[in-house]
């Protein structure tokens, strides 16, 4: 008897002798045969072809059984890995179960991964061998095998075959090949709000699903484009963005949950910037071709110089007057546009706004107003053929202060200003704000070495100034300055009667006791202060009175409140009494009309007080109002147009500036108006004994 076992057949092998004659039959008997002993039958004939009886048993007594083999069924190899049980890792455990379908002689031996593993009983017939893996094991799908003794106690094995999916054993942590990080913006190596950050990498093997990590302080959850390429993206905010690169740290896990080492860098240099930070212009100016360059009539060019603190994605989009122009580079960020001043452009302020953005297309802030307090105002109404020229004598007090090693005065006090210089620029400025209708020239300038009398005969010397100066002792009360006696030291009573001079200017310290404008002469009025009455100089004259320790502005200062005092000498007090209706108004209180005293009707202000002011000298107010101060460069035409101003529109609290900007404004056109008043109101504030509203 021959048998085999898993899947051979049986193999039968029959002899018999016939009347001396031998012969054999082999039968293949399949696996699946009956057990027990096999039954055979041998039917033959004879030699003359009669049927003898059948054979069915042996001679010898031998004969075949066929026993049952025992087999195992539901193998399995399992790993505990959490993440993928068709996968383990050095530290994995790896179990091989099975069960026998009747006992076996002895325990069974397993081998996994090439190495003998413990075998434990896990019920009837059933067993569990199990290993943990180590990073001497070899990679790949990981091999078994079970020996085991059959019922008759042959060795009997199997190998590799299971029930379910093998197990592939990894231990080399995954690494990323290639990162690349870009933004969705023009400049792909910058980042704005709005725009989409994608980070793309190639592993060097397929990747745990849902890895998600921080990119750009946001969690993401990358997306496969293949086995091992993927992609990273976020949205980018406000609250995403800090100056500087995006950051990203990729943690990353292989399917058998090596970890690799986590990336924060590309491999191709490639980086994010988020840009955080808006353009701006660091420097603006505009200017006029004009002899005067704050002013521009048709046929001038305005020019806008400007400069950016980035690098522009292109070229900024410039308007001036309301025209758009086409700017030039000039230089590292820097710029240049330029218009020609035409019949019909808007009179006044000549606006422009300049709009750009960086090369990350953030956009910086509209830009209307200069960094330089320049500006440029639109006023071609033609300036007087042969204005007059006042002629002005300068009385200096500067004294020469011995004890500080002969130091003039005006060098020791706050400003320390030269009052030439000064008086040079305070010049100048009336002659353009005026349309070179207040055109002084200085005929004499006297330096004093000496302190000006006061009313009670108090003159100060350099040791009592300078006690005072040093806060040592207190200053002299009263502190009201003899204007008698200056005038009578000076002969200056005589030299208006003369037609040597039209006016005075003092310069002083502080304490000196003077008043900011003086009106003298047989009719003088109220000037800023109450008029000298004196009848030698047969016409009324202005004192000005200028302190060297502050500046320009406060010149200009003391200049606008007398004109204030003249124009309401000429139509009477503007904003006296609550506001009436428009009709109602004369033209001075139309013109220094303002928000804060009659809302929504705001025009050109006062002094003190810009069309947005919510208090006295509140110049530097970003408070928007409508205003139709513009409106005056068309005077006596005026059409009611307005627009919104804030402080931008005179200097941004620029004392001078704004003080220009007002004076600029005050009307000189030719004529006489419906009113029977002068339509140049310069007349009345610089040739006041010219007419008779003011003499």
Same mark, same amino acid.
């Given at each position: 008897?021959?048998?085999?076992?898993?899947? !051979?057949?049986?193999?039968? $092998?029959?002899?018999?002798?016939?009347?001396?004659?031998?012969?054999?039959?082999?039968?293949?008997?399949? /696996?699946?045969?009956?057990?027990?002993?096999?039954?055979?039958?041998?039917?033959?004939?004879?030699?003359?072809?009669?049927?003898?009886?059948?054979? *069915?048993?042996?001679?010898?007594?031998?004969?075949?059984?066929?026993?049952?083999?025992?087999?195992?069924?539901?193998?399995?190899?399992?790993?505990?890995?959490?993440?993928?049980?068709?996968?383990?890792?050095?530290?994995?455990?790896?179990?091989?179960?099975?069960?026998?379908?009747?006992?076996?002689?002895?325990?069974?031996?397993?081998?996994?991964?090439?190495?003998?593993?413990?075998?434990?009983?896990?019920?009837?017939?059933?067993?569990?061998?199990?290993?943990?893996?180590?990073?001497?094991?070899?990679?790949?799908?990981?091999?078994?095998?079970?020996?085991?003794?059959?019922?008759?106690?042959?060795?009997?094995?199997?190998?590799? %075959?299971?029930?379910?999916?093998?197990?592939?054993?990894?231990?080399?942590?995954?690494?990323?090949?290639?990162?690349?990080?870009?933004?969705?913006? %023009?400049?792909?190596?910058?980042?704005?709000?709005?725009? @989409?950050?994608?980070?793309?990498?190639?592993?060097?093997?397929?990747?745990?699903?849902?890895?998600?990590?921080?990119?750009?302080?946001?969690?993401?959850?990358?997306?496969?484009?293949?086995?091992?390429?993927?992609?990273?993206?976020? $949205?980018?905010?406000? *609250?995403?963005?800090?100056?500087?690169?995006?950051?990203?740290?990729?943690? #990353?896990?292989?399917?058998?949950?090596?970890?690799? !080492?986590?990336?924060?860098?590309?491999?191709?240099?490639?980086?994010?910037?988020?840009?955080?930070?808006?353009?701006?212009?660091?420097?603006?100016?505009?200017? +006029?071709?004009?002899?005067?360059?704050?002013?521009?009539?048709?046929?001038?060019? @305005?020019?806008?110089? #400007?400069?950016?603190?980035?690098?522009?994605?292109? /070229?900024?989009?410039?308007?001036?007057?309301?025209?758009?122009?086409?700017?030039?580079?000039?230089?590292?960020?820097?710029?240049?546009?330029?218009?020609?001043?035409?019949?019909?452009?808007?009179?006044?302020?000549?606006? #422009?706004?300049?709009?750009?953005?960086?090369?990350?297309?953030?956009?910086?802030?509209?830009?209307?107003?200069?960094?330089?307090?320049?500006?440029?105002?639109?006023?071609?109404?033609?300036?007087?053929?042969?204005?007059?020229?006042?002629?002005?004598?300068?009385?200096?007090?500067?004294?020469?202060?011995? +004890?500080?090693?002969?130091?003039?005065?005006?060098?020791?006090?706050?400003?320390?200003?030269?009052?030439?210089?000064?008086?040079?620029?305070?010049?100048?400025?009336?002659?353009?704000?005026?349309?070179?209708?207040?055109?002084?020239?200085?005929?004499?300038?006297?330096?004093?070495?000496?302190?000006?009398?006061?009313?009670?005969?108090?003159?100060?010397?350099?040791?009592?100034?300078?006690?005072?100066?040093?806060?040592?002792?207190?200053?002299?009360?009263?502190?009201?300055?003899?204007?008698?006696?200056?005038?009578?030291?000076?002969?200056?009573?005589?030299?208006?009667?003369?037609?040597?001079?039209?006016?005075?200017?003092?310069?002083?310290?502080?304490?000196?006791?003077?008043?900011?404008?003086?009106?003298?002469?047989?009719?003088?009025?109220?000037?800023?202060?109450?008029?000298?009455?004196?009848?030698?100089?047969?016409?009324?004259?202005?004192?000005?009175?200028?302190?060297?320790?502050?500046?320009?502005?406060? /010149?200009?200062?003391?200049?606008?409140?007398?004109?204030?005092?003249?124009?309401?000498?000429?139509?009477?007090?503007?904003?006296?009494?609550?506001?009436?209706?428009?009709?109602?108004? *004369?033209?001075?209180?139309?013109?220094?009309?303002?928000?804060?005293?009659?809302?929504?009707?705001?025009?050109?202000?006062?002094?003190?007080?810009?069309?947005?002011?919510?208090?006295?000298?509140?110049?530097?107010?970003?408070?928007?109002?409508?205003?139709?101060?513009?409106?005056?460069?068309?005077?006596?035409?005026?059409?009611?147009?307005?627009?919104?101003?804030?402080?931008?529109?005179?200097?941004?609290?620029?004392?001078?500036?704004?003080?220009?900007?007002?004076?600029?404004?005050?009307?000189?056109?030719?004529?006489?108006?419906?009113?029977?008043?002068?339509?140049?109101?310069?007349?009345?504030?610089?040739?006041?004994?010219?007419?008779?509203?003011?003499?």
């Amino acid at each position: 008897m021959i048998k085999n076992f898993f899947g !051979a057949a049986f193999i039968f $092998i029959f002899i018999f002798i016939f009347s001396g004659l031998s012969y054999s039959q082999t039968l293949y008997q399949p /696996m699946n045969s009956k057990t027990g002993t096999q039954n055979f039958e041998i039917a033959y004939l004879d030699e003359s072809g009669g049927a003898r009886n059948p054979v *069915n048993s042996t001679t010898c007594a031998s004969a075949v059984s066929v026993l049952k083999d025992i087999t195992l069924t539901g193998i399995s190899i399992v790993s505990n890995n959490a993440i993928n049980h068709s996968y383990a890792m050095p530290g994995s455990l790896v179990s091989v179960s099975f069960k026998a379908v009747g006992p076996l002689t002895g325990a069974p031996s397993v081998t996994i991964a090439g190495k003998p593993s413990p075998v434990s009983s896990s019920g009837t017939n059933a067993y569990t061998a199990s290993k943990i893996m180590d990073s001497t094991d070899a990679e790949g799908v990981i091999p078994f095998s079970i020996i085991y003794k059959n019922s008759t106690g042959q060795d009997c094995t199997r190998s590799d %075959i299971t029930s379910g999916a093998p197990v592939k054993f990894d231990k080399t942590p995954p690494a990323l090949t290639y990162v690349s990080l870009a933004s969705s913006n %023009i400049d792909p190596s910058a980042a704005i709000a709005g725009d @989409v950050l994608t980070l793309s990498y190639v592993s060097s093997e397929p990747l745990r699903p849902n890895h998600g990590f921080a990119l750009a302080g946001n969690f993401v959850i990358p997306y496969t484009a293949g086995s091992v390429n993927y992609f990273a993206e976020c $949205i980018l905010d406000f *609250n995403d963005i800090r100056a500087g690169n995006a950051g990203f740290s990729i943690e #990353f896990y292989d399917l058998a949950g090596n970890r690799g !080492a986590d990336v924060i860098s590309t491999t191709d240099a490639t980086a994010v910037t988020f840009d955080t930070s808006r353009p701006a212009m660091k420097y603006v100016s505009v200017s +006029s071709s004009n002899t005067a360059s704050d002013r521009a009539v048709t046929g001038d060019t @305005v020019t806008l110089k #400007f400069a950016s603190t980035k690098t522009l994605n292109a /070229m900024p989009a410039v308007t001036i007057a309301g025209r758009s122009v086409e700017p030039a580079a000039a230089g590292c960020n820097e710029y240049r546009a330029s218009y020609v001043m035409a019949p019909g452009d808007a009179r006044g302020r000549v606006l #422009f706004t300049i709009d750009y953005a960086d090369t990350a297309g953030l956009a910086g802030n509209r830009v209307t107003a200069s960094t330089d307090l320049t500006s440029v105002t639109f006023d071609d109404t033609p300036p007087p053929a042969n204005p007059k020229i006042f002629k002005v004598l300068v009385i200096n007090y500067d004294p020469i202060v011995e +004890s500080e090693g002969g130091a003039r005065l005006h060098t020791l006090c706050e400003g320390r200003n030269d009052p030439r210089p000064m008086a040079e620029q305070y010049i100048n400025d009336l002659k353009n704000c005026s349309n070179r209708n207040a055109k002084y020239r200085i005929v004499e300038w006297l330096d004093i070495d000496e302190y000006p009398v006061k009313k009670d005969g108090f003159r100060y010397t350099d040791e009592t100034f300078m006690a005072c100066l040093r806060g040592q002792a207190p200053w002299h009360e009263p502190s009201a300055l003899d204007y008698a006696a200056v005038i009578k030291d000076f002969n200056i009573a005589w030299r208006i009667k003369s037609g040597e001079i039209d006016e005075v200017i003092l310069f002083g310290a502080h304490w000196f006791g003077a008043y900011e404008s003086q009106m003298a002469g047989p009719t003088a009025y109220w000037c800023n202060s109450p008029p000298i009455t004196i009848e030698e100089p047969g016409k009324n004259f202005v004192i000005m009175w200028f302190n060297y320790g502050r500046g320009i502005g406060e /010149m200009l200062e003391n200049y606008c409140h007398r004109a204030e005092s003249i124009m309401d000498r000429v139509y009477g007090r503007a904003q006296a009494g609550p506001p009436q209706p428009w009709e109602k108004l *004369n033209n001075w209180q139309k013109f220094t009309n303002y928000d804060r005293y009659d809302p929504g009707r705001a025009s050109a202000g006062s002094c003190h007080w810009a069309p947005n002011s919510l208090r006295d000298y509140d110049w530097g107010n970003s408070r928007p109002v409508f205003s139709t101060c513009d409106d005056w460069f068309n005077w006596p035409n005026l059409t009611g147009a307005g627009r919104i101003v804030t402080c931008d529109d005179w200097g941004g609290g620029d004392m001078r500036e704004h003080h220009k900007w007002w004076l600029k404004r005050i009307p000189h056109a030719e004529g006489v108006n419906a009113d029977g008043k002068q339509n140049n109101w310069w007349k009345y504030i610089a040739d006041f004994n010219a007419y008779p509203e003011t003499r």
